[in-house]
């Protein structure tokens, strides 16, 4: 499986952009797909995921301002984000479990300024 992060940018603090995440094959079997983000000098952390029966769950700290998606006819998913903060600013990461394998996607760059 190959994921191709993509929609990244720089965008000012209370802006939006929308990330994508696209697989090189069918992401309908793919039991959950997660967005991680890393900033400079932090650890990867989680942000959001989205089951394959659609169910999904937030971190805290962008519950009410980010929305994860899929289109499995697209081989997709996405992450809406509202109201970014500059602490949004990271390198986010698409992640798929497809059984028991774990893949990773190249990362883009989100870059919020205040």
């Known amino acids: 499986v190959q994921l191709q992060a993509s929609g990244g940018g720089l965008v000012q603090a209370g802006g939006s952009l929308r990330l994508s995440c696209t697989a090189s094959g069918s992401i309908s079997t793919f039991i959950t797909m997660n967005w991680y983000r890393q900033a400079p000098g932090k650890q990867r952390e989680f942000v959001a995921r989205?089951?394959?029966?659609?169910?999904?769950n937030y971190a805290d700290s962008v519950k009410g301002r980010f929305t994860i998606s899929r289109d499995n006819a697209k081989n997709t998913m996405y992450l809406q984000m509202n109201s970014l903060k500059s602490e949004d600013t990271a390198v986010y990461y698409c992640n798929v479990w497809v059984g028991s394998a774990n893949y990773w996607g190249q990362g883009t760059q989100v870059t919020v300024s205040s």
């Open positions: 989205i089951s394959n029966f659609d169910s999904t």
